[in-house]
């Protein structure tokens, strides 16, 4: 933990905005407001910060009277300085991150003060990381990525999966596959756009293309290279799930970060360990259908967003930053995801592998992912440090402390479950 002689424990930076304001609608109900947890709201203008703390009270119940709240200016890095040194750890919810995140990054790693996201963009996070690392070492900040929907349930789910194949088997599973078996609710505004800008980058940089298609991508720049090749683009039938499957979109992140916690964890899951993820389909004709429809209306997506005129098209069809579902339609939510841990060549040629569960209970484009996001900054500004300073994946941050975190006060479940 880098930056402890400060006046907080947590800044939630974008806190106007509408993932933000989410996160601090579970900081205030879990905590309060000037009580324990020393924690603040922070963003650009004083006015609609105030206006957000009247509007909590109302919504929670709680009294906001006493919530600090900071203005600062993302574009000023002085501004942006003053204030990630007030704090062991900044929380924020501004992207796309590779349009607004990299000066606060930069902030963060040069103070010391430890900083989690809810970013799933490849390119912006590699070069966060090559530019950043060794200042963050330096100074005991943990830059901490990927602590919403993507990625925490892949990752979580697998060194989840990993522990428990370790308790069954002895050693860890070399081959996890990651299923999503079903979700109520759309991917938030601040997704869309930074999709759509990290498809605008690769369509204008070929080094972006490049980096995109790697699926060790993220991986340490000297890290051993595993034996997992380029996400899946067609419909696959999966024996151990017994049902057709169809890509993910999200597949070109999560794994990654699956990746880069292995080989941060000391290839804890093993040097040639194999990570895959899918949408289940299900089976037969109907099955086979549904997935090469799924794959078709994905590889559609993504060619429409390589040309730029279809581009806006898409762009003007998708949810815009700062949009999203009502209460009702956000705890009504939920998403499932299911994995398969192969069992060992040690165990013997009778065991199989596990199966098991990773489960939320709002949309995860926005309740969960809030709560997923608020967990995560409260685990670096409270609980045990495991890590020193530099840029870690959730799993290899915070592991057992998170995932207890998540099912304590998050609504995600992780479980061993049957066939």
Same mark, same amino acid.
């Given at each position: 933990?880098? &930056?402890? &002689?400060?006046?907080?424990?947590?800044?939630?930076?974008?806190?106007?905005?509408?993932?933000? +304001?989410?996160?601090?609608?579970?900081?205030?109900?879990?905590?309060?407001?000037?009580?324990?947890?020393?924690?603040?709201?922070?963003?650009?203008?004083?006015?609609?910060?105030?206006?957000?703390?009247?509007?909590?009270?109302?919504?929670?119940?709680?009294?906001?009277?006493?919530?600090? +709240?900071?203005?600062?200016?993302?574009?000023?890095?002085?501004?942006?300085?003053?204030?990630?040194?007030?704090?062991?750890?900044?929380?924020?919810?501004?992207?796309?991150?590779?349009?607004?995140?990299?000066?606060?990054?930069?902030?963060?790693?040069?103070?010391?003060?430890?900083?989690?996201?809810?970013?799933?963009?490849?390119?912006?996070?590699?070069?966060?990381?090559?530019?950043?690392?060794?200042?963050?070492?330096?100074?005991?900040?943990?830059?901490?990525?990927?602590?919403?929907?993507?990625?925490?349930?892949?990752?979580?789910?697998?060194?989840?999966?990993?522990?428990?194949?370790?308790?069954?088997?002895?050693?860890?599973?070399?081959?996890?596959?990651?299923?999503?078996?079903?979700?109520?609710?759309?991917?938030?505004?601040?997704?869309?756009?930074?999709?759509?800008?990290?498809?605008?980058?690769?369509?204008?940089?070929?080094?972006?293309?490049?980096?995109?298609?790697?699926?060790?991508?993220? &991986?340490?720049?000297?890290?051993?290279?595993?034996?997992?090749?380029?996400?899946?683009?067609?419909?696959?039938?999966?024996?151990?799930?017994?049902?057709?499957?169809?890509?993910?979109?999200?597949?070109?992140?999560?794994?990654?970060?699956?990746?880069?916690?292995?080989?941060?964890?000391?290839?804890?899951? *093993?040097?040639?360990?194999?990570?895959?993820?899918?949408?289940?389909?299900?089976?037969?004709?109907?099955?086979?259908?549904?997935?090469?429809?799924?794959?078709? *209306?994905?590889?559609?997506?993504?060619?429409?967003?390589?040309?730029?005129?279809?581009?806006?098209?898409?762009? +003007?069809?998708?949810?815009?930053?700062?949009?999203?579902?009502?209460?009702?339609?956000?705890?009504?939510?939920?998403?499932?995801?299911?994995?398969?841990?192969?069992?060992?060549? @040690?165990?013997? @040629?009778?065991?199989?592998?596990?199966? *098991?569960?990773?489960?939320?209970?709002?949309?995860? *484009?926005?309740? @969960?992912?809030?709560?997923?996001?608020?967990?995560?900054?409260?685990?670096?500004? +409270?609980?045990?440090?495991?890590?020193?300073?530099?840029?870690?994946?959730?799993?290899?941050?915070?592991?057992?402390?998170?995932?207890?975190?998540?099912?304590?006060?998050?609504?995600?479940?992780?479980?061993?479950?049957?066939?």
């Amino acid at each position: 933990m880098g &930056n402890d &002689n400060t006046d907080f424990d947590v800044i939630v930076w974008g806190a106007t905005g509408f993932t933000g +304001r989410l996160v601090a609608a579970h900081l205030l109900e879990h905590h309060g407001a000037g009580g324990a947890l020393r924690w603040a709201i922070a963003g650009r203008s004083r006015e609609k910060l105030d206006a957000l703390a009247s509007e909590l009270a109302t919504e929670t119940g709680q009294d906001t009277r006493a919530l600090p +709240r900071i203005v600062a200016d993302a574009d000023d890095g002085a501004s942006l300085d003053g204030f990630v040194r007030r704090t062991r750890v900044v929380c924020t919810t501004v992207g796309p991150y590779a349009k607004f995140g990299s000066k606060l990054v930069a902030a963060c790693a040069d103070a010391g003060t430890d900083y989690c996201d809810l970013t799933g963009e490849t390119q912006w996070m590699r070069r966060m990381i090559d530019a950043h690392e060794a200042r963050a070492r330096e100074t005991g900040a943990r830059i901490v990525h990927t602590c919403g929907f993507d990625s925490i349930p892949s990752d979580l789910g697998v060194y989840f999966m990993q522990r428990e194949a370790r308790a069954a088997f002895g050693a860890p599973s070399p081959y996890v596959k990651g299923r999503v078996a079903g979700f109520r609710g759309g991917f938030s505004g601040g997704t869309a756009a930074s999709m759509m800008n990290l498809v605008a980058e690769a369509a204008a940089d070929p080094s972006v293309r490049k980096l995109l298609v790697d699926p060790y991508g993220l &991986n340490p720049r000297d890290a051993h290279r595993g034996p997992d090749r380029p996400d899946r683009t067609g419909p696959v039938f999966d024996a151990d799930f017994d049902q057709w499957t169809a890509p993910f979109v999200m597949a070109a992140i999560n794994t990654r970060v699956v990746r880069r916690s292995n080989a941060l964890l000391g290839f804890a899951y *093993g040097e040639d360990f194999r990570y895959d993820e899918s949408v289940l389909a299900g089976s037969g004709a109907t099955g086979w259908l549904k997935a090469s429809g799924l794959a078709a *209306g994905q590889g559609a997506v993504t060619l429409a967003g390589a040309i730029g005129p279809l581009r806006g098209l898409l762009g +003007r069809a998708l949810p815009a930053p700062g949009e999203g579902p009502s209460k009702e339609e956000r705890e009504n939510g939920f998403f499932e995801i299911r994995f398969f841990a192969a069992a060992p060549k @040690s165990a013997g @040629s009778e065991a199989t592998g596990l199966y *098991g569960r990773v489960t939320g209970d709002r949309d995860p *484009g926005y309740g @969960s992912t809030s709560k997923m996001l608020g967990q995560a900054a409260l685990c670096l500004a +409270r609980d045990e440090p495991t890590t020193g300073g530099g840029f870690w994946t959730p799993a290899s941050a915070m592991g057992d402390a998170l995932l207890l975190r998540l099912q304590k006060n998050a609504g995600l479940a992780f479980e061993i479950v049957s066939a």
